[in-house]
Structure formats: C-alpha cells, structure tokens
C-alpha cells in the first residue's frame, strides 16, 4: 500500500530543502510513496503534487505586506485544510514558515495526523513558552541549529537533531557548478537582494549606488547578482538597465552561482547567509523590513540580539548585520571594501565564517534526515 506525504513548505529555502529529502526519501522506502501539499517548483520537480505553489503565493515578509493577500490566504486555508483531511497523509511533513505551519500543525496533531516540524524558528528559542508551543503543534522536532538543540535539552523538550542539511546541499551545488560564470581577470562581487518582490525593491536601487561607489574606489570590479527565478530577473534588469556603465551578470538556479568566484557578497538576511558561509565568502547582511512592520516590533518591544544566521549559529556578532536606514550606499560601500581587501577583517570574518561551519554538522544530514522520517512513517 502507498504510503502519502503532505508537505507545507512556504518559502524558498523550504522548498529547497523539502526536494533534497524527499529525493533521499524515495531511495529509502522501497514501496510506492505519494506526496502532496504545499511547496514550490524544487519539490514539484521531485514528484510532489502541488495542492498550492506556495512561492507565488505565500513569499512575503511581515504582516504589513500580507494584509492585502488576507484573503486568497484565507482561502487557501481552507483549501489546504480540505485537501489535507482528504488525502488522509501517513505523515505531515512541515518546513520553516512558522506563521503557517504552528498554526496548521495544530490542526494536524488534533486530527490525529503523525506530524513532523524540520526547521522550527530558532528565535522562538528564546522563550520556553514559544519552545512549548512549538512541540504543542507536532510530533517530532527537527532542529537545525546546534545551539538551539541545547535549549530544547534545558527544558526537556523533545527534540531530533541530525545537523544542517545546508552543508550538503551547497557541496552539490558548488561542486556542479560551471566556473565560467564570471570574468576570471575580474574582482567578483556578489549582491543578493533576496527572493521577494518587496525585498528586491526595497534593496536595488542602493545596492545600484552601491555598485558605483565602489568602482569609483577600485579598478576591475564585476558584480553578480542571482535571481530567484525568471520573473525576479526581469525585475532585477529592469532597475540594472537603467545605467549601461555597471558590469554585471544575472544569474539564476540558487546564490551558488554567484558565490564560486566571488570576493565578498551583499546580501538580504535569510538562508543565503549560510550558503555564503558554507561556501567562504564574507559578508554583509542587510535587512530593511516596511515601516509599518518595523514601527509595529518597536512598538511591542520585540528584540533579538541578532538577525543574521551565521550570527545566530555562533551566538556572537562574526558579520555586519545592517538594519533599516543603516541600509546605504556610503556604508555598504565601506563593509564591503573591509572584505575585498586583504584586511584583519576579512581573515578573522574567514576564520569565523570556518567555524560556522563546523557547528552546522557533518555532511550527510539529508539523508539522516530522510532516513528519520522513513522510520517515522
């Protein structure tokens, strides 16, 4: 008899790591194995049958952004809860986006459904309230995060901890990546504006500044910019095409692209930190949320010691994390060069960066992973 899968993954980087362990996942279990739910084209591509494309629908950041997608969210729901008591899944398989999936997996244990939760927010770590209402909403707890998985043994929570399964997806990534990419009589540099509309016009036109300041600084400078897919590069071009003087490439298929030649890198706080730390490059992160949604976490005295995961994963400030208006030309352009140059900065950021990735856990993890859920089904 077949056995189903319901996955909810609502971002990119969910649906990335959703596709490496469902293909792990089909080499485990030898009998038939149906999967469906919410994902994006990554996950599609490995067989799954999208009940939502979770990436057009469902990529936005903050509750400012969402109020007018309020209702088709509404909506969609209803739908996924339908197609989930429909499907009658052997497992509900939920990834990161905690705002979906607390709220789901609540729905999913109360009917009864084995529900497993890779990825949960690491900042909710900060709380043993917030850890609790995490296990409340699922069965078994995915961490990815070593420090985490210490806080989860203070408070006896249960808890599955088989290391980051990032270390294995950029080794695939780089080690198939094309080396032509990019000028090789050039100094790369890298700028990530994210894999949101809304990120990429709010960070464009001062990464374009930023481009400039920098060639005004130094000679033989190239710049690679990755999208996220077809439609964010035509909006990538449409701000790069403004002014002929900047050279750059476009690169789409991840950020691996981007990083295997490149000095230093830009980019928007998110999984692409860790890519770049996996990979070696060093960075400044930079995050620039609507006012409304920045006024409103002011206003209920929401804080964090850091936002950027390379931060979080080593518990210290090792990268430049750049908030709201501290998001300009003048100090980009001074961050950047810091880790263009042979600077104190940019070897102690690539002896940081180094131990990143120690703590993120050995290769392999996908299919430790996997091997977890086959296991659990």
């Not at 084209?41 to 109020?67: I, R």
């Not at 400039?212 to 071009?237: G, H, Q, W, Y």
Request: glycine content about 6%.
């Amino acid at each position: 008899m077949s056995k189903k899968i319901f996955i909810m993954a609502g971002e990119p980087s969910g649906d990335l790591q959703g596709s490496f362990v469902i293909r792990e996942l089909k080499k485990i279990i030898d009998e038939d194995i149906i999967i469906s739910g919410m994902a994006g084209d990554l996950c599609k591509e490995q067989g799954v049958e999208l009940v939502c494309n979770s990436m057009s629908s469902m990529s936005f950041v903050g509750p400012w952004h969402a109020l007018g997608k309020i209702p088709f969210l509404i909506k969609c729901w209803y739908t996924i809860k339908r197609k989930l008591f429909e499907f009658q899944p052997d497992l509900v398989f939920m990834i990161d986006s905690p705002a979906w999936n607390m709220r789901m997996g609540r729905v999913t244990k109360k009917a009864g459904f084995k529900t497993v939760y890779f990825f949960p927010p690491s900042a909710w770590c900060k709380a043993e309230k917030r850890l609790k209402s995490i296990v409340s909403a699922c069965d078994y707890v995915i961490p990815v995060f070593s420090s985490n998985v210490e806080t989860y043994k203070q408070f006896n929570l249960p808890h599955y901890y088989f290391g980051h399964p990032i270390v294995d997806i950029v080794k695939e990534k780089l080690d198939s990546c094309e080396d032509n990419i990019t000028p090789k009589d050039k100094t790369v540099i890298a700028f990530l504006p994210g894999s949101r509309k809304q990120e990429i016009d709010s960070l464009m036109n001062i990464f374009i500044k930023t481009m400039k300041m920098l060639m005004e600084k130094r000679e033989n400078l190239f710049f690679v910019i990755p999208a996220s897919c077809d439609t964010n590069k035509l909006l990538i071009e449409s701000y790069l095409k403004k002014d002929d003087n900047i050279p750059y490439k476009i690169v789409t298929g991840g950020s691996y692209k981007a990083f295997k030649n490149a000095r230093a890198t830009v980019t928007a706080s998110g999984t692409a930190t860790l890519e770049a730390a996996i990979a070696g490059v060093p960075m400044t992160v930079v995050y620039r949320l609507a006012w409304p949604d920045y006024c409103l976490g002011k206003l209920l005295g929401i804080k964090v010691d850091f936002f950027a995961a390379p931060n979080l994963v080593v518990q210290r400030k090792i990268v430049p994390e750049l908030l709201q208006n501290e998001v300009n030309p003048e100090r980009l352009t001074a961050e950047t060069l810091k880790l263009v140059d042979d600077t104190p900065e940019r070897k102690q950021m690539l002896s940081d960066l180094n131990e990143v990735k120690n703590n993120l856990g050995e290769l392999g993890a996908v299919k430790r992973i996997a091997k977890f859920i086959s296991e659990v089904i």
